[in-house]
């Protein structure tokens, strides 16, 4: 055959076609070399291949470049023509896929032994990466592309050298697998993929990271006690399999390390020791390294129920800053070890050098195990698809996104380059001119010039978003003075930089800030602990001194620090997030209440490290969303009741927190309160019924809705707000008894049902109280049943509750329980509402009951909005009486005092009545909200934390405290005069 007759046709069945031009360090010999491997394609009887490789086109140029340009590529070629003739009618794609499907059946084979295995693989792996990094290079395959197929190809490895070990287990008696044809199933064994293996992110010349488990209990296991040795031999073998060194070359260099305590621990570590292990002496590294943990070989099912087991160790609840320190020391380490240096061309480690894969790396498994536990799109094992979840969720910026991608698969270009020259584990680039010149000629560059600009202008961008998380501390005592804690005595220095700062008893201040240093309490007893704090004492002080109550602030953060276990946690908090300090500094100012969470809860504080916190509002889907995160999983009662306490403290917290920083608004904030209470209170009914349900079984037909009344009713909780409750319920009517193994009367069984659910919300644990409860709302009140069966509700409501009881039903909505019971108790109430009544005598009991309450419970002062005449009772009244005698335009009826107030029929109020009234509601609502949030007392207008009166005028647009006071003062008047004349018909 002539060259010219097969050209043709070779030429157009190859089907690997270069995207980009490589050009090779000489040409003259990139030529010879490609003759060289056409001469090995001809002596094997490729004669197709050898015509085609004589030829000259863009293929052959391409090849001839690659050729020169990677030693280690060549002689692949030169020795196994066999994997270019393949291409001739295959895609590279296609031919992946047969070696991946033939590595998956080689344990399959009839007469296969351990040393055919090896061989087997070694040689279905030697062409795969010869095709994979031809790809690559040809621009056939992007470089999330290669790495994907490494990953998969290694994946295949494992799972066929496990299949194989299993079988030889099973065939010598060792081991008894319920599916000798799918050994893996129910094995017990467990191999999970680490690192890159584990993300799929495999480099060109990766070790794989592997850590393997057995369940002793799995159904394979004979001898429990023989189980540890045995599949640490198996292991052993494994390992062997993979990475010796044969005629054929390896597999994959394997690295068993990172399993607990690699030292002492057999190769195969007993899932219930591994996770005792993890949860009691895990290291925060090796939270890191189980971010990107998968299983990939043997008991996958295993592997899956193991790493979900193991996700409260990953990932915590509460946001963890104490292990960003943990993370950045292994990076200053590998910095030490590694000769990390200035940013640089030549020589610089393209992986753990500044600006490199690692500090990528690193910059998203730090935010990751800063947020997971909260956000679980956060825990993806991918660092680019995560870089994406960071941005989507605010915390980092689009332009970081783009950027840290860009740069991630350029850095990952330049490491597979070098390690596609001779198939090293290497992630240096050469010193030398030629070695450098051929990395940049492999990725596609004119020389070496151009390839150094953009490798240092990616390195110097990685940099700076790198700092930016890690290396940018503030300089936290620049221009502040002298401040100086040792000893006994005051440093004359020290007390006039205290005073110049805006404290005003700086010896006091010295004698605090030395008990801190002194480790006084347990928060500084470490020396590690003492040191942060050292270090963010002149921070501290700028901060508190910054506040117009610098000593009594100061004084709390004090004694918060003193009821603290442990301090490091919250110390590496500030140190990473400085804007934080004006935050804690303003609420230790100006919000005892919040204060007094954050002492008795720290992990509150956690939630304010989400960047999207003001952005998003907390509206009930929100809520949800992170409620239903929060309690996941099989969980003990008392835990489920815990957690809803933790959840309702941080949230109640975070809404306080949006409300002082002005991004929700007073009536947002009351409607988020009121969902969040709604959904923590129906999370606990639904865990109460579960929990009665497992003694005394079920009433047949048995149904129960709660009843909201007053403000949360009418969706006006506030911070500090006590919660209003009927449960109503109904059954069949033939229902005896329940069917548990202690059966209860239906009667009886709902009241002990409710006595169960008021104990979960209001009895006291070690997380606090969920709610106060007070049922006194229910029919007959105190002296009526807690429970209220449905007809017995409607029958009281129509024929014997006082006007009074109607006038609160108005701001009753179903919270919680039964959808059919809850819409019909909704028509009922509407029903109840809409009947006919006498105007003038609602409005004379509702006269009366107001001035009895005047009587027994006058106000304080002008600033008891709520009693004081004129405030929020006589708005809540004028809306439920216009409620009950059909004086608002809505068809439909609102529990929210506002929109009633806002849509009063013209024939009950004028426009400007509506106006005023609808004003003086968002006054009164805007100061109760940031009072109730801040205080804990009754606010003392004598002693008003200055940080508070700016909250209060910042609230309300006001420029003084004394324009506020004469505003309340005018608003209260005109309110009362529009309750005398709506409800008595005259003016006073």
Known sequence: MTAGAARAPTMEAWLLRPSVELAPLDAGRARRELAEVAAAAGAEGLSRLEVFLSGEGP?????????????????????????????????????????????????????????????????????????????????????????????????ACVRAAVDFLLRDAHGQGKLKLP????????????????????????????????????????????????????????????????????????????????????????????????????????????????????????????????????????????????????????????????????????????????????????????????????????????????????????????????????????????????????????????EDDEGLERIARMLGYAGVDAFAAAFRAALQQVERHYAALFEAAPELSAGIGNLVFTGDVDDPDTLQTLSRLGFHRPSDICRVIRAWHFGRYRVTRSAEARERLTELTPALLQAFGGTRRADEALMRFDEFLAGLPAGIQLFSLLQSKPALLQLIATIMGAAPRLAAVITRRPHVFDGLLDPALLAELPDRAYLAERLEVFIDGERAYEEVLDRLRIFASEQKFLIGVRLLAGSIEAQRAGTAFSDLADLTIGAALDAVTEEFARRHGRVAGGRVALLGMGKL???????????????????????????????????????????????????????????????????????????????????????????????????????????????????????????????????????????????????????????????????????????????????????STAVTLAHLASSFAGGQARQELTDAWSLYLALTQIIRLCLVNPFDRADVPPGLA?????????????????????????VREHFDLLLRGKRS
Request: hydrophobic content about 45%; overall charge negative.
């Open 713 to 895: 009713g009418s969706r006006e909780l506030t911070a500090g707000s006590d919660v209003d409750l009927i449960l109503l319920y109904d059954h069949d009517a033939d229902a005896e008894e329940s069917d548990g193994d202690k059966p209860l009367a239906p009667s009886h069984y709902f009241s002990r049902l409710t006595q169960r659910l008021i104990a979960a919300v209001s009895a006291p644990t070690a997380e606090g109280v969920l709610y106060e409860l007070d049922l006194r709302l229910r029919p007959s009140g105190n002296k009526g049943p807690v429970a209220t069966h449905i007809d017995a509700f409607r029958k009281y409501q129509r024929q014997e509750a006082w006007t009074w009881e109607q006038m609160a039903l108005t701001r009753a909505r179903p919270i919680a329980g039964d959808v059919d019971l809850s819409a019909a108790i909704v028509a009922e109430v509407d029903a109840i509402l809409a009947q006919p009544r006498d105007a003038a005598k609602v409005m004379a009991e509702a006269r009366e009951m107001r001035a009895l309450i005047e009587e027994e419970k006058p106000p304080r002062d002008l600033w008891d909005v709520k009693l004081i005449p004129g405030g929020l009772i006589d708005l809540e009244f004028i809306a439920q009486v216009a409620t009950l005698t059909g004086g608002t335009e809505n068809a439909a009826r609102s529990t």
């Open 179 to 430: 599916d000798s044809q799918d050994p893996a199933r129910n094995c017990g064994w467990i191999v999970l993929g680490m690192g890159k293996l584990g993300a799929h992110e495999l480099n060109f010349s990766s070790d794989i990271d592997l850590v393997v488990f057995f369940d002793p209990e799995a159904p394979a296991i004979l001898d429990a006690y023989d189980a540890t040795e045995l599949f640490s031999r198996m292991t052993r073998r494994l390992v062997r399999i993979l990475q010796d060194r044969t005629e054929h070359g390896y597999v994959f260099r394997t690295d068993l390390r990172l399993r607990p305590d690699p030292g002492s621990t057999p190769l195969a570590i007993p899932v219930l020791a591994a996770l005792t292990y993890y949860e009691g002496r895990g290291q925060n590294w090796e939270r890191a390294a189980m971010i990107k943990a998968r299983p990939i070989a043997g008991d996958l099912a295993a592997g899956r129920a193991f790493l979900k087991e193991l996700q409260p160790y990953v990932w915590r609840k509460y946001m963890d800053y104490a292990a960003i320190a943990d993370v950045h020391s292994i990076k200053r380490q590998i910095h030490a070890h590694k000769g990390h240096g200035e940013i640089a061309v030549r020589g610089h480690n393209v992986k753990l050098g500044r600006g490199g894969i690692r500090e990528i790396e690193f910059f998203v498994q730090t935010q990751q195990l800063i947020a997971g536990g909260r956000f679980p799109e956060l825990r993806g094992r991918e660092t680019v698809s995560m870089l994406g979840e960071l941005a989507a969720r605010g915390w980092i910026t689009a332009e970081a996104r783009d950027a840290l991608t860009a740069q991630y698969w350029f850095l990952r270009r330049v490491e597979h380059a070098v390690q596609m020259v001779a198939d090293e584990q290497t992630h240096t680039l050469p």
């Open 950 to 974: 700016d909250l209060l005028l910042a609230a309300t647009d006001l420029p003084d405290f004394g324009v506020l006071e004469a505003h309340l003062k005018e608003t209260s008047r005109k």
């Open 59 to 155: 293929e052959q140029r391409f090849l001839a470049a690659v050729f020169d340009l990677s030693p280690f590529l060549r002689d692949l070629a030169r020795r196994r023509p066999q994997m270019l003739d393949i291409l001739f009618g295959r895609t590279v794609e296609q031919r992946l896929a047969e070696i991946v499907t033939a590595v998956a059946l080689s344990p399959n084979a009839e007469g296969v032994s351990e040393a055919s295995l090896m061989m087997e693989l070694r040689v279905l792996k030697a062409e795969a990466h010869f095709l994979i990094a031809l790809a690559e290079l040809a621009g056939e395959a992007e470089t999330a592309l290669t790495v994907r197929r490494l990953s998969d190809l290694a994946g």
